[in-house]
């Protein structure tokens, strides 16, 4: 599974959570999503429960704060699918 | 009977059927059932009534994905009676506005979709949405309106079982009078057939009709009825206090001018003739008139062989001997829109003040004389002089009756 790959499902998720926002400028850097896209603590909520359920894996609460933007995310997502 | 005279001003709703006030009543007119196949995820092919509204019409798919399809209706409802109404909203006091919705259940959709969708990871609460609690909250249907409309003036649904419609109506019109507010947007709504729990409790109780015609399964007083098709719907009423309506001109359904509400306290599912007959002798008493004055009966009706049974008994009881009074139902063409039923049916007949038609009963090829019902309008409209009242059944589970009187405006 590939840095590349897992962005697009991200990407992917975030468009089916949130299907009026633009994602075309969300890059792999630190911006916050928020930033970027019209995501708010509910949406974020959905785009981490997708994840959990799409990687099959639990995130634990304290570790939401490193899902806020998309180099963290994937970071944190290569990370768990390596262990 | 009301300190206030009410009135009905607007009219929004979405039955399997039609999708406004003239589209429904037009195929009510010309018999055009609204009934087909549905795919239920564990049931497979079933008979329902399914809505094609335009759910992006008033909302986002964002909000439509957070919120539940009761509430997606209400809110096509909700827009939909507005506009009818002619009013802008801007122009009022939102914290002075009521939305009450009749609801025969809420939350079992719901829950059925939270299970699924834990369903493959070993039903690990983990995934559980956070959404599951606003989406399965008793008060979700009426809740979601406000959200969508911005009105911030009490909300609640009503549970009722399939009287709900109904009472969501009369609980509007009382919280008028009570002054609790200026206008109601009031009604019901049904989701009922997105949980495969409500076809497999009726299937196993031997209450779900079959048919290998969808469109002939709901057959009201027909010898061979055999149950109720289980449709999704709903129908809200924009209601005012009279001088209200006139004071802005605004174009007036009916005025109500009875109801009545009361219980069974017998059983659970089994329906009771005196009861259902005190609670329309009720409704008349409140209206000041006579049964005879009734010009239609637009009957609960389920198709289920007791229900139909019990109701024509206790309508052939007050209205037997009254050949002005017609007989007629909306379930044959829609099947059981639940919550909403109450609401949806007196819809359909409101234009009757206009046209002066009572549509008819569809699939009644041979009525069954057990139900008493003697003056029931089959197979084509009937054109009446001069239609001035209109009577509306609406019962349900664990007993619950209501009765709902509206007169023409003149």
Redesign the interface.
Known sequence: MTRESIAETIIGIIKE????DDCSTLQDDDVPFANRINMDS??F??VV?AL??KY?I?IPDEDFGRLRNMKSTLDYLESRLKA | MYRDRIVITGVGLTAPNGNSLSEFRKNLIEGRSGVSLYKDRLMGEVIAGVCNYDDTKYQTKKDIRRGTRAASIGIYCAHEAVKDANIDLEKYDKSDIGIYVGITEHGAAEAVDEMFSIKDFEYNTKYVSHYFSPKSIANNPAGEVCLNLGITGPHYTLGAACAAGNIGLIHGAQMLALGEVSLAIAGGVSESIRAFLSFASFKNEGALAKHSDPEKACRPFDKDRNGIVISEGGCLFILEKLEDALARNAKIYAELVGYAINTDATDYVVPNRQRQEQCMIKALQRAAIRPQDINIINSHSTSTPLGDRTEGGSINSIFGNDDSVYITNTKSYIGHTMGAAGALELAGELPSFEDDIVHHSLNLDNLDPNCMITNIVRKEPIKVNNIKYVLNNSFGMLGINSTVIVRKYE
Do not use: A, G, R
């Not at chain 1, 959570?17 to 009026?20: A, E, K, L």
């Open positions: 959570v949130m299907p009026h509910m949406d909520l959905d429960l959990q359920k099959k639990e």
